[in-house]
């Protein structure tokens, strides 16, 4: 089988980091107006083969922990053992993103929502490739969840692993990547317009500076003002500074948002339920069920 690095022209990824809502598709959309940038919407390649490996966070109908096991077995009988398994994914994903691009372009943006989880892997997998980590301010990031995907109504329970997992993930794979990544603060500015043709590449015709308050609109309620808190307070001032932000800053800003009771009731009864909804998530309550039953096990053979 042929090395799909070689060849006329070999591919050389661009991977787009960054937490939901913080304009990577704009991001996107901008770089594949270049002649020599070929992407699609989101590829997802990757994700499946890396969590083969990952015990935690995955549900479905067969046993995937037993999975893992059989699949450790086999790569300690490869000659390169589980790593030559990594290089064969990579190959595959080179190989996929060449014959996506087609022969024309040199480079091929790989923009996955939910790569955040897997950058770290990502980082190590590919030595050639080109990282971009978009940060926004989390506060904006939070609200704009709230507006865009839950309508008003409080819905974060939904996106915990983005915010957390995935936020710590990002950062620590910004400081592994050091010269290797560009890092960009995304500006809360709105690019208003109109589609400018059918490729998915927009044009646009003025800037509104209405996102800078808008965000500030949706988190007045006190129960969300709490929440920020506690959330700003996790992440910590290290990686807000990573980031490009600052803790005090943030809180500042957060404190002086005009306080609104009126959707307190409702965020009131969406938290509750939201725990409740996450303490029994299949993928989640099987993680505990497997922790608890392997546990039982290792007391049983002390």
Sequence with gaps: MSDPREGSAAI?????FSLPR???TLLQRMLATHPAIETASEPWILLPFLYALRRKGVYAEYGHRTSIRALE????????GERQYIEAVRDLALHLYRERAGAGARYF???????????GEILRMFDDARFIFLWRNPLAIVASMIEGWGRGHWNLYEFEVDLYD???ALVDAQRAARERAISERQVEVQLDGRMGDQTGVRQYSRLSQEPRIKWTKTLGSPLRKAWCRRYLRWIGRERLQAMGYDLDELLRELDAIPTSWRTVPADAIRMLAGRFVRAFEPWILRDKLDDLRHGVRLHSHS
């Design 22 to 24: 913080s304009g990577s």
């Design 109 to 119: 943006v790989d923009k996955t929502p939910r790569y955040h989880v897997i950058a």
């Design 166 to 168: 995935g936020l710590e």
């Design 73 to 80: 077995d086999f790569a300690s009988g490869l000659p390169g």
């Design 12 to 16: 050389v990824p661009v991977f787009v």
